[in-house]
T-cell receptor, first 113, second 116 residues
Framework: AQSVTQPDIHITVSEGASLELRCNYSYGATPYLFWYVQSPGQGLQLLLKYFSGDTLVQGIKGFEAEFKRSQSSFNLRKPSVHWSDAAEYFCAVGVGGADGLTFGKGTHLIIQP | NAGVMQNPRHLVRRRGQEARLRCSPM?????VYWYRQLPEEGLKFMVYLQKENIIDESGMPKERFSAEFPKEGPSILRIQQVVRGDSAAYFC??????????????FGEGSRLTVL
């Protein structure tokens, strides 16, 4: 079965600084990869997704992520964070079939003024 | 522009009562998923349904929990005889293609159950 690891439970970044959130997955083949963001008390919004092709994918709100097969990683990046980016970020993998998506435990992003 | 609609947003129950959570998928989506989010945890898959069919309920607790997605009306997640450990946020997601595609899901805002 597939699994997702987000090694950082909390990350604090100063406003305007760059951001990288880590995500590693375990699966025998290349899965479909997603990043979702959850603001407090809200549902999950899709930031970006990787299915195939170019390993650098662009998403909404200025986010991007890079799929690295050799490292089984799909790290999320943003060159300059804004206070409104403070939220919970979830990495997820999908493998098709009837398993839905498998989520990591999330990374809580705190933005310092 | 209706997305996935869940209600109630917040529900308080006493131990032993029943909780019913409803989910209306996005227009044109006929596949529904329920996930549970416990404090400090990620989302755990519970069940995947299509209209009138349960496709995968491997994540559902064996007792007290049930789900349905009738031909007409919303999907319902039902928890009987709730216990404090059922306190969580329950998220519904829908998809137009089911899990035979890449698995992209569209989420509702969740129903937060508190068991006293």
């Amino acid at each position: 079965a597939q699994s997702v690891t987000q090694p950082d439970i909390h990350i604090t970044v100063s406003e305007g600084a760059s951001l990288e959130l880590r995500c590693n997955y375990s699966y025998g083949a290349t899965p479909y990869l997603f990043w979702y963001v959850q603001s407090p008390g809200q549902g999950l919004q899709l930031l970006l997704k990787y299915f195939s092709g170019d390993t650098l994918v662009q998403g909404i709100k200025g986010f991007e992520a890079e799929f690295k097969r050799s490292q089984s990683s799909f790290n999320l990046r943003k060159p300059s964070v804004h206070w409104s980016d403070a939220a919970e970020y979830f990495c997820a993998v999908g493998v098709g079939g009837a398993d839905g998506l498998t989520f990591g435990k999330g990374t809580h992003l705190i933005i310092q003024p | 522009n209706a997305g996935v609609m869940q209600n109630p947003r917040h529900l308080v129950r006493r131990r032993g009562q029943e909780a019913r959570l409803r989910c209306s998928p996005m227009k044109g989506h006929s596949h529904v998923y329920w996930y549970r989010q416990l404090p400090e945890e990620g989302l755990k898959f519970m069940v995947y349904l299509q209209k009138e069919n349960i496709i995968d309920e491997s994540g559902m607790p064996k007792e007290r929990f049930s789900a349905e997605f009738p031909k007409e009306g919303p999907s319902i997640l039902r928890i009987q005889q709730v216990v404090r450990g059922d306190s969580a946020a329950y998220f519904c997601a829908s998809s137009p293609f089911g899990t035979m595609n890449t698995g992209e899901l569209f989420f509702g805002e969740g129903s937060r159950l508190t068991v006293l």
